[in-house]
């Protein structure tokens, strides 16, 4: 007879599998509730600053080059062709140096004309002022006559040897005498110009001078002169070449002064002035000035704005030189400040990364900014005199509020 064997129990196999399950849900969930771990940074790769508290100094930055104050652009006056060019850029020139010569054939029949049309209005005048002369005489003579015969008619009238008709007559003849002598004397005026008006014949007169003064002008101006003393700068010129009117010639200018012409972003020079103090960097010193002029309309996001140079120039300085500016526009007291982050704009708020107190570690935090300089710009919430702050590039770590600094 078979004797049956007890079986195993198995409900201590089972107790161990739910312990194991417990244990392994508790650990993903204490993993679950775990914090990321912080990326790191590199303590020589970031930008560092610390918030200052004191006085601050607002500026804003332009770049530009040295132009010459006193310039003359010399342009064509006539449909011209070039001929010879005589002077280059880089010549010192006389006021009467001649850069290049011109010819204009049209222009050259037109001065002709127009002195023979001068010659014959003065011919025309002269002729008709002869005349004018001759009925003057005559109306003179006329109104003498008349004068002396009513004066005799009212000798003889008181003696009783005229009769009073014939004075009446003498009278009246010498009035009308006397009123055309007065018309010829005031034709006389207008012929020379002594008058508001002009007669015709002088009015073509000074006309046909006018026109020949102008051709003279113009033809004078086939010889391109400097026109000043100074520095060649430009000629943009070719032999053979066909000109128009108003197209330019040459470039003259003084080689000193000199001021400079700087390019100021638009969003930053709202609040420049006339008159503001200008450092004006020719990379081989630098040249106090001030604002002299500034461009009433934005050209390619830039507002051209002029500083005089008021000190003496650096070795070196010439018109086309590459230059900085950097222009003063307020100054506060008492502020915080801190050196400018990357991209931050005035009046903004930003996010940065201040340093813990061991520096270990930097978290981020919310900063509004206020006015801003050239390399800084004021804090006005978020941070403390003392406080360190990241102002390099940080966006590799938009999605983390903490970092570590090794």
């Keep these: 007879m078979d004797i049956p064997l007890p079986r195993p129990k198995r409900h201590w196999k089972f107790i161990w599998m739910g312990g ?56 064509a006056q006539v449909p011209c062709k070039v001929e010879r060019i005589l002077l280059f850029p880089g010549t010192e020139v006389r006021e009467d140096s001649i850069i290049a010569e011109l010819s204009s054939p049209e222009l050259q029949q037109s001065a002709q ?10 011919s025309d005048y002269s002729v008709s002022a002869l005349n004018q002369k001759g009925t003057v005489a005559s109306a003179r ?54 008058g508001d008006q002009l007669a015709p014949a002088r009015a073509a007169l000074e006309q046909a001078r006018a026109q020949y003064a102008l051709k003279q002008a113009q033809s004078a101006s086939l010889h391109v002169r400097a026109g000043m003393a100074g520095m060649l700068q430009q000629v943009p010129l070719q032999v053979g070449q066909q000109l128009q009117p108003g197209a330019n010639l040459a ?23 006339m008159g503001q103090s200008v450092a004006v960097d ?3 010193g630098i040249v106090q000035g001030r604002v002299i002029r500034m461009d009433p309309s934005v050209q ?28 003063e ?15 931050a704009q005035s009046f903004a708020t930003i996010s ?34 003392g406080d360190q702050v990241i102002l390099s590039d940080t966006s590799a770590w938009d999605g983390v509020d903490r970092i570590r600094i090794r």
């Excluded at 004309?113 to 003065?122: G, P, V």
């Excluded at 470039?251 to 002035?273: F, H, N, R």
């Design 251 to 273: 470039k003259v200018a003084k080689p000193l002064p000199l001021k400079a012409e700087l390019k100021v972003s638009e969003t930053q020079a709202k609040d420049i002035q």
């Design 352 to 385: 940065l990364f201040k340093l813990s107190a061991d520096g270990q570690e930097a978290t981020r935090v919310k900063v509004k900014l206020g006015r801003a300089s050239v390399s800084s710009i004021e804090v006005l919430e978020g941070l403390r005199p």
């Design 20 to 75: 194991v399950a417990v244990g392994v849900l508790a650990l993903l969930f204490g993993l679950g509730r775990l914090k990321p771990a912080a990326p790191e940074a590199d303590r020589q790769s970031l930008l560092l600053d610390k918030v200052q508290e004191g006085a601050m100094v607002f500026q804003v930055r332009g770049t530009g080059i040295l132009v010459p104050v006193d310039v003359r652009m010399i342009t």
């Design 300 to 327: 390619n996001g830039t507002v051209t704005v002029d500083a005089s140079l008021d000190g003496a120039l650096p070795k070196g300085a010439r018109p086309d030189l590459s230059v900085e500016g950097i222009i």
């Design 329 to 343: 526009l307020d100054r506060a007291d008492h502020t915080l400040r801190v050196g400018r982050p990357v991209q």
């Design 282 to 284: 020719t990379r081989n």
């Design 113 to 122: 004309d127009a002195f023979w049309n001068l010659k014959r209005a003065e």
């Design 141 to 194: 003579a006329a109104s003498k006559e008349a004068a002396a015969t009513l004066k005799a008619y009212e000798r003889l009238f008181k003696e009783g040897l005229q009769s009073e008709s014939d004075v009446l007559r003498a009278n009246a003849k010498y009035e009308d005498c006397a009123a055309r002598l007065a018309t010829e004397e005031a034709r006389m005026a207008l012929f020379e110009g002594k």
